[in-house]
């Protein structure tokens, strides 16, 4: 079975690592040089096209950013980087396409139809996690697609997931339960760096914050996941800013087009925005909480240089 | 030692009985001549007034609703029910006075400083874990307040509380860590109810939604806590949508105060106020979810009449 990793990003990377270690036939692809050559060096093929990666591949794992990149990786497109690719048209005819980008439901759902018309298989399978768990090969997959792709893709899902959730037959089901885990991620992210600001303000001691929080009515997996960033003072990219800029912007995309009201997603998105404003889209998600600090005039805790 | 209960509501009973159980002697007194029986079916000691529950007490118990009724209870005040109060002209002249309400900490402090001048001892000791733990006598305790208060009061803490966090020596602690505990209480409330409403509207699984929601990133204590109301379409209050309206706009109150900005806490009171303005203040604060599926027509599971 031969598996193909298009993207080999923080997420990729570890995903592809974890389906050699597996025992699969892995060749990786990605538009920076410096990136397929650490796949490499971590004992990995790779392939100089995304075209040439996928030729003939039994699945093809697609770790891109969005939506825009996952259809150029599947039919070409006008992003120069990705514009020989194509992937429905060379690999295997019963292959699967397993695509983990967070993107909107019908986008999905349209790409699977797509693919679906070319005998291929298609699985909508955002992923969650981060980078670590995707390295140890124990990430959380929301899937849906059809038994005869889960059947085929399995053991590559396997390989780079602790769980598999398997919510539904169709396309577009695992992405609409991604977007409703980054809404909550997003505004528990942007609650507890609101939270630890004022906590900053109020002068109280904030690793005891932590830790009566942590156990207490008000906390959340992302309060206990962040909040040591912030105490460390240390805002190195473990998930960006731009993450949520770009999901939470897919949730109130979502959510309009329903005409459904998101006013937490959105107060949680504009956060975001303000801290990609102000500099930091780049850095971990928690630089809200320095956001609130620049603004407030506060201080936070600063990384000591050991 | 002789323990005082002012306060014989959801909490007060439960935390009276737990005091009863650890075999200390408590009276109990609430405005409630209904409240007051219940306590006594329970085993418990009545007053007919706060002045003659709390007189000579070791120590008393306060289980109001806000910050007015606290101070009524310790100086007397413009409340009727309360207008016989003052119980820091009755108690023992070293008794200590736990105050159990979410309240300013800057009124804590005031508090405190109070009752300080007559010789007594004020702990500042907001209360977290609901009626049910309140009953069990495992609620968790974000306490401050002198050493010489915590060794007197002690055995009464322990018997109603799990876990007594000791911030620090001075009231105010407590009540600014409660504080910080409600912003993000709050704004996990609104956003899972937010989240399951828009779930619904998705077509998806709800009680799926529950489960993987659940073990993700996008979980929270109040997710998890909460949602399970929803999905059983039973609103009955556990904590009232009118708690939420009051400790979030502590929380606007406090930070606007320091001048310092909480939109994400913003956000979710506005939603509290909406769910109250539209006839549910006394029902579960997990019906922020029920306001979303009335605004946006949707249909949430309803109960079932066994």
Redesign the interface.
């Known amino acids: 079975m031969k598996v193909a990793v298009v993207g080999l990003g923080s997420m990729g990377a570890g995903m592809a690592v974890s389906l050699l270690r597996a025992g699969l036939s892995v060749i990786g692809y990605d538009v920076s040089p410096e990136r397929r050559a650490q796949f490499a060096l971590a004992g990995g093929a790779v392939a100089d096209s995304v075209a040439d990666a996928a030729s003939n591949a039994d699945v093809v794992v697609s770790v891109v950013l969005n939506a825009a990149q996952t259809e150029s990786v599947l039919f070409g497109g006008s992003d120069a980087n990705l514009s020989d690719a194509g992937v429905a048209r060379v690999m295997a005819p019963d292959g699967v396409f397993v695509s983990c980008a967070t993107v909107p439901?019908r986008f999905a759902t349209d790409m699977a139809a797509r693919l679906e018309a070319t005998g291929r298989h298609y699985i909508d399978a955002p992923m969650?996690?981060?980078a670590g768990r995707a390295a140890e090969g124990k990430l959380?997959v929301?899937a849906s697609g059809s038994a005869a792709a889960f059947e085929r893709a399995g053991p590559a899902l396997n390989a780079v997931a602790e769980?598999v959730?398997r919510?539904g037959d169709q396309a577009g089901?695992g992405s609409?339960?991604k977007?409703?885990?980054?809404?909550?991620?997003g505004?528990?992210i942007?609650?507890?760096s609101?939270?630890?600001?004022?906590?900053a303000?109020?002068?109280?001691?904030l690793p005891?914050?932590y830790e009566?929080?942590s156990?207490?009515?008000?906390?959340?997996?992302?309060?206990q996941?962040r909040i040591p960033h912030v105490l460390a003072g240390d805002y190195a990219p473990l998930s960006a800013v731009e993450i949520f800029t770009k999901d939470l912007g897919i949730v109130g995309d979502?959510?309009r087009g329903?005409?459904?009201?998101?006013?937490?997603?959105?107060?949680?998105l504009?956060?975001f925005i303000m801290t990609a404003a102000a500099g930091m889209a780049r850095d971990d998600d928690s630089s809200v909480a320095r956001l609130?600090a620049q603004?407030?005039g506060i201080d936070l805790p600063q990384k000591s240089d050991a």
Chains 1, 2 share one sequence.
């Open positions: 439901p969650s996690g981060g959380t929301m769980t959730y919510l089901v609409a339960f977007l409703v885990n980054q809404l909550l991620a505004v528990h942007a609650a507890a609101e939270a630890i600001a004022l906590a303000r109020l002068g109280l001691d005891k914050v009566v929080i156990q207490s009515a008000g906390s959340s997996w992302m309060f996941n979502v959510a329903e005409q459904f009201p998101t006013p937490m997603a959105s107060a949680a504009q956060l609130f603004i407030a």
